[in-house]
Every structure is written in C-alpha cells, then in structure tokens.
C-alpha cells in the first residue's frame, strides 16, 4: 500500500489503512516516546495517545 492510499484510507477511516500507518511508524514514534518516558508503559501511552491525535486531526495534514 502506498503512502498516498494510506493517506487516503486514513482520510475516510478506513480501518485497514489506519493499521498500515500505524504498523508502518508505531516502530519508530515508540523509540521517540521511549525517549521522553521515564518507562516502557509510558512510552507505549504517549504512542496511543499520539496516533489518536494523527487519526483524528489527520484532516489538516
């Protein structure tokens, strides 16, 4: 699936394309978070938390 068919998935909350993105970036935004978290639990929150403002507000990209 390309980024663009995953943009657009995502646009129209297409479940499948929404899992593409996040199986696709969950990997390296969670070795971000790990960063600014004290442990994995947190860092694994600070990740839900982050996906749910990109599929929410992914409108505005």
Known sequence: MTEQAI????????PVAQR????????????VCYR?????EDAEDMLQEGFIKVF?????F
Do not use: V
């Not at 943009?7 to 297409?14: F, I, K, P, Q, S």
């Not at 593409?20 to 070795?31: A, D, G, Q, T, V």
């Not at 600014?36 to 994995?40: G, K, N, Y």
């Open 7 to 14: 943009l657009a998935g995502c646009l129209h909350n297409d």
């Open 20 to 31: 593409e993105l996040y199986n696709r970036y969950s990997p390296k935004m969670l070795s």
């Open 36 to 40: 600014f978290s004290q442990s994995r």
């Open 56 to 60: 929410t507000q992914i409108h505005t």
